[in-house]
C-alpha cells in the first residue's frame, strides 16, 4: 500500500511505485494503477472522451505501460510518460468513435477547429495544466480531476470517496485551483526568462 506523507505528489507516487515494481514488488502495479487512474480517466474526459471510453482509455493505457514498465530507465519521468500514452490513446479512440458516428450525429456546436496552431496552443496549455495539477498534495488534486474530469461525480460521492465532509469540497477546491494557477504562473515566468 502506497503511504502519502500528504505533501507527496503524484509524480512521485508513480516513481515510487514504478522502482517497487522494478525491484520485484508485486503489489506495486496495484499501487500504482489506484494513485494513477483518476488522472488518467482525466485526460481521456479532458479529451471529450465519455466515462466508458475514458475507462478504456485508462486500462489501454496500463496494458502498454505494463509491457514496458521493466524497461523504462526513468521512474521520475513515470507520470509524463504515461499521460504520453493516455493522451495517444485517448486521441485514438476519439478518432475511432468519430469514424463510426453518423455524420449528422456529429456535435458541431463546439466551434472545434482544425486550425494547427489553435490545436497547438490547446495542447500546450493542457499539458501545462496537467503538469501544474501533478505537483498538488493528493487530496486537491483527486479533488480537482474528480470535478472537473469526471462528469458522473456529485459532491456526495467525492465526500465519500475522499472521506472529506462536503463543506471542505468548495474551499479545497479553491485552495487547488489558486495553487494551479501560481505553479502556471511560474511555469510561463519560468519560460519567459529562458527567452530574454
Wanted: charged share 30%; hydrophobic share 40%.
Amino acid at each position: 500500500m502506497m503511504v502519502h506523507s500528504g505533501r507527496q505528489t503524484l509524480a512521485e507516487d508513480v516513481s515510487a511505485a514504478i522502482r517497487r515494481h522494478q525491484a520485484g514488488d508485486a503489489r506495486a502495479v496495484e499501487d500504482l494503477f489506484r494513485a494513477v487512474r483518476p488522472w488518467l480517466h482525466g485526460i481521456g474526459r479532458a479529451c471529450r472522451l465519455s466515462n466508458h471510453s475514458a475507462d478504456d482509455v485508462v486500462q489501454n493505457t496500463m496494458a502498454v505501460a505494463l509491457t514496458h514498465l521493466p524497461g523504462l530507465r526513468d521512474p521520475d519521468a513515470g507520470l509524463a510518460w504515461l499521460s504520453v500514452i493516455a493522451r495517444r490513446e485517448a486521441i485514438r479512440v476519439s478518432r475511432e468513435e468519430r469514424r463510426t458516428d453518423p455524420i449528422g450525429d456529429r456535435d458541431t456546436s463546439t466551434g472545434s477547429s482544425e486550425d494547427p496552431e489553435e490545436i497547438a496552443l490547446a495542447r500546450m496549455a493542457c499539458n501545462e495544466l496537467y503538469r501544474a495539477m501533478a505537483q498538488l498534495p493528493e487530496r486537491e488534486r483527486k479533488l480537482l480531476v474528480f470535478l472537473f474530469f469526471d462528469d458522473g461525480r456529485d459532491y456526495a460521492s467525492i465526500a465519500r470517496e475522499l472521506d472529506m465532509p462536503i463543506g471542505s469540497i468548495g474551499p479545497t477546491r479553491q485552495r487547488g485551483l489558486r495553487k494551479v494557477r501560481t505553479i502556471v504562473n511560474r511555469q510561463r515566468e519560468g519560460v519567459c526568462a529562458r527567452c530574454a
